[in-house]
């Protein structure tokens, strides 16, 4: 067993506060069968001045929106094992999917209005390598910091043009970025049970200047798109979700430990 596992009875069943992994993988399945009546058919031409806009920015953040996630999958299918909870990989998978689904649906907007896409951006290389590091649980905490741009990004972007398509797809990727975020924050709680109070300082730390980072490099290459913020409100809502997030988790991790120390103490005035 992994340490998480190992030290940790992870709840797999039902919980009041922290869903079965199995509710998100009913969750994702019943996403993608949504539909969202995007109107394909509608196709005006973006302007000269919103391909300069937008064209660029949109075409990387479809790059980070698409991966294999190998790495990542490959870390979830040994925690799950471990924990013999199979649903949590099923739900990493189809997570896996639906971001998927969000770069092929750029990708179709892109087709339609005339923007190349990108086969790398250093941004997302960078991202993509520190992701890889360590566990699950930090995969996870790196992947909400993405998550948590998205979901001021995707709004301002939307505000850029009138175009039917582009709206609709905004639309979209707003409301599944939202279930994302809680999914991580689950995610994180769950990989990290085992991970002791001193670790997992650190780690919010470490996410937290991640997070002031990744805003201001974000507002630097997608200035255009996130004017209607400017830089300091931009980064100041990222953050103040970032807080958010870490508040979440820590008391997530508190209602677990908590479940642990109330069955520990029926276990100890259980008669033999």
Same mark, same amino acid.
């Given at each position: 067993?992994?340490?998480?596992?190992?030290? /940790?009875?992870?709840?797999?069943?039902?919980?009041?506060?922290?869903?079965?992994?199995?509710?998100?993988?009913?969750? /994702?399945?019943?996403?993608?069968?949504?539909?969202?009546?995007?109107?394909?058919?509608?196709?005006?031409?973006?302007?000269?001045?919103?391909?300069?806009?937008?064209?660029?920015?949109?075409?990387? /953040?479809?790059?980070?929106?698409?991966?294999?996630?190998?790495?990542?999958?490959?870390?979830?299918? %040994?925690?799950?094992? %471990?924990?013999?909870?199979?649903?949590?990989?099923?739900?990493?998978?189809?997570?896996?999917?639906?971001?998927?689904?969000?770069?092929?649906?750029?990708?179709?907007?892109?087709?339609?209005?005339?923007?190349?896409?990108? !086969?790398?951006?250093?941004?997302?290389?960078?991202?993509? $390598?520190?992701?890889?590091?360590?566990?699950?649980?930090?995969?996870?905490?790196?992947?909400?910091?993405?998550? @948590?741009?998205?979901?001021? +990004?995707?709004? =301002?972007?939307? !505000?850029?043009?009138?175009?039917?398509?582009?709206?609709?797809? =905004?639309?979209?990727?707003?409301?599944?970025?939202?279930?994302?975020? $809680?999914?991580?924050?689950?995610?994180?709680?769950?990989?990290?049970?085992?991970?002791?109070?001193?670790? !997992?300082? @650190?780690?919010?730390?470490?996410?937290?200047? @991640?997070?002031?980072? %990744?805003?201001?490099?974000? +507002?630097?290459?997608?200035?255009?798109?996130?004017?209607?913020?400017? =830089?300091?409100? /931009?980064?100041?809502?990222?953050?103040?979700?970032?807080?958010?997030?870490?508040?979440?988790? !820590?008391?997530?991790? %508190?209602?677990?430990?908590?479940?642990?120390?109330?069955?520990?103490?029926?276990?100890?005035?259980?008669?033999?």
């Amino acid at each position: 067993m992994t340490s998480a596992a190992a030290r /940790f009875r992870i709840p797999s069943t039902s919980s009041s506060v922290l869903r079965p992994t199995a509710w998100w993988a009913a969750h /994702f399945r019943a996403n993608s069968w949504k539909e969202w009546q995007i109107p394909w058919m509608e196709n005006p031409p973006l302007s000269a001045a919103e391909l300069t806009r937008i064209g660029a920015s949109i075409a990387e /953040f479809q790059r980070g929106e698409s991966s294999e996630a190998r790495n990542y999958l490959a870390k979830s299918a %040994a925690f799950a094992a %471990a924990a013999h909870e199979p649903s949590f990989h099923e739900a990493s998978v189809l997570f896996t999917g639906e971001e998927n689904e969000h770069a092929a649906l750029l990708l179709r907007f892109m087709n339609l209005a005339g923007i190349a896409p990108k !086969r790398t951006t250093f941004a997302d290389g960078i991202f993509r $390598r520190i992701r890889a590091v360590s566990d699950i649980g930090w995969s996870s905490r790196v992947l909400i910091i993405a998550e @948590l741009v998205a979901q001021e +990004y995707y709004p =301002c972007l939307r !505000r850029t043009t009138r175009h039917p398509v582009l709206w609709r797809v =905004c639309d979209k990727l707003i409301h599944d970025e939202f279930a994302h975020i $809680r999914f991580q924050v689950e995610r994180i709680a769950r990989a990290e049970a085992g991970r002791g109070a001193v670790v !997992r300082r @650190l780690r919010e730390a470490a996410q937290t200047i @991640l997070t002031l980072g %990744a805003a201001l490099v974000v +507002y630097r290459e997608h200035r255009q798109v996130l004017a209607s913020l400017g =830089c300091l409100g /931009f980064t100041a809502r990222i953050l103040r979700r970032n807080r958010r997030v870490i508040t979440a988790v !820590r008391r997530l991790h %508190a209602d677990l430990f908590c479940d642990a120390a109330i069955d520990g103490e029926f276990l100890r005035r259980s008669p033999s």
